[in-house]
């Protein structure tokens, strides 16, 4: 059992589009992160989750929105989705603390065309 | 905004080797986390250290961190193939605070 789970796995969408990211948890941490990877610069923190309706910005939010309306489900969209958003996207969740890691999903794999 | 600086960004290595992989901050961290990520997947927990001089040891791997709590080291001893992949280090302020990630050390171990 995963714990976490990304969906879709792989979208091909056109420039201009809204496209929506889900990431769903089934251990019920308080915590969930959008992250998105691209060569060159890591994981960059796009928006997280600190409980049901509260979200805060990471790093790299411009052109994105979240939104988390269960414990369990977490949202990214992207509003128009523009090429510079072409980039592989993780969900990871924590229950908080310092002593504790963060569970990743496995990623969506993004291109905007 | 707290950066975390690895090194090397690359290396390859023979089986059975000995590497070093080091994450450097300016900054002061509660806690350090290493992760290790393969081709196509999340990364995945390796170890947290909390404590200024702490070491940790997992198998063929020893984790470190700082005195000063800026700094960890992440040693592999006598490499294998099954080691490879992206070794990230990853700080957090507080506990509440998102992590913030290193760019990673991608490992080769040729067999």
């Known amino acids: 059992d995963a714990g976490i789970t990304q969906s879709p796995r792989h979208k091909v969408t056109e420039t201009g589009t809204p496209v929506t990211l889900r990431c769903h948890q089934t251990?019920?941490?308080?915590?969930m992160y959008w992250y998105r990877q691209d060569p060159g610069h890591g994981l960059r923190l796009i928006h997280y989750s600190y409980g049901v309706k509260d979200t805060d910005k990471g790093e790299v939010s411009d052109g994105y929105s979240v939104s988390r309306s269960k414990t369990e489900d977490f949202l990214l969209t992207l509003e128009s989705a523009t090429s510079s958003q072409t980039s592989v996207y993780f969900c990871?969740?924590?229950?908080?603390?310092?002593?504790?890691?963060?569970?990743f999903g496995s990623g969506t794999r993004l291109t905007v065309v | 905004t707290q950066l975390l600086e690895q090194s090397p960004q690359f290396l390859s290595i023979q089986e059975g080797e000995n590497l070093t992989v080091y994450c450097n901050s300016s900054s002061v961290f509660s806690s350090l986390q290493w992760y290790r990520q393969e081709p196509g997947e999340g990364p995945v927990l390796l170890v947290t250290v909390v404590t200024g001089g702490e070491v940790k040891k997992l198998k063929r791997l020893t984790f470190q961190f700082g005195d000063a709590r800026k700094d960890s080291s992440l040693h592999i001893t006598a490499a294998q193939p099954g080691d490879t992949g992206l070794y990230l280090c990853a700080g957090l302020n507080s506990g509440n605070t998102p992590l913030v990630f290193g760019k990673g050390t991608r490992l080769s171990v040729i067999a």
């Open positions: 251990e019920n941490h308080r915590y």
């Open positions: 990871a969740i924590s229950p908080g603390g310092l002593n504790y890691g963060y569970t």
